[in-house]
């Protein structure tokens, strides 16, 4: 993946997040970009956009709790869920939205 891509992902990520959720304030952490509904929370995300050299990741705060009947979401930690992207068209736009607006009411 080239950085075009990258960048390209990460726009259309942020994109996806700011329609469904609005209110959402985007937050550099942890190498990422945080969003959060609650910024004066120091754990208030519930997502987050991070690259990697072959990949950018969305992750979900509380992903152990979303509903996701096409076992889309990776991980296995305690809460903590994520989906790796490796092109624009790799993306499925709609379960994405779905996974945002139940993490940003979690």
């Known amino acids: 993946m080239n950085e075009l891509e990258q960048d390209e992902l990460v ?3 942020t ?3 700011l329609l469904v959720v609005p209110k959402a304030i985007p ?3 942890y190498g990422g970009t945080l969003f959060t509904l609650k910024p ?3 754990e208030g995300q519930f997502c987050g956009i991070f690259e990697y050299k072959s990949h950018v990741q969305l992750v979900f705060s509380r992903g152990a709790e979303l ?3 096409q076992n889309q ?3 296995n930690g305690k809460l903590r869920r994520h989906v790796n992207f490796g092109s624009l068209e790799s993306m499925d736009e709609s379960a994405m939205k779905k996974f945002i ?3 940003a009411k979690l």
Request: proline fraction near 5%; charged fraction near 50%.
């Open 40 to 42: 004066e929370e120091k």
């Open 15 to 17: 994109e996806l997040i």
């Open 67 to 69: 509903k996701d009947p």
């Open 27 to 29: 937050i550099k952490k």
């Open 11 to 13: 726009s259309r990520l």
């Open 101 to 103: 607006k139940q993490a």
């Open 73 to 75: 979401l990776a991980g």
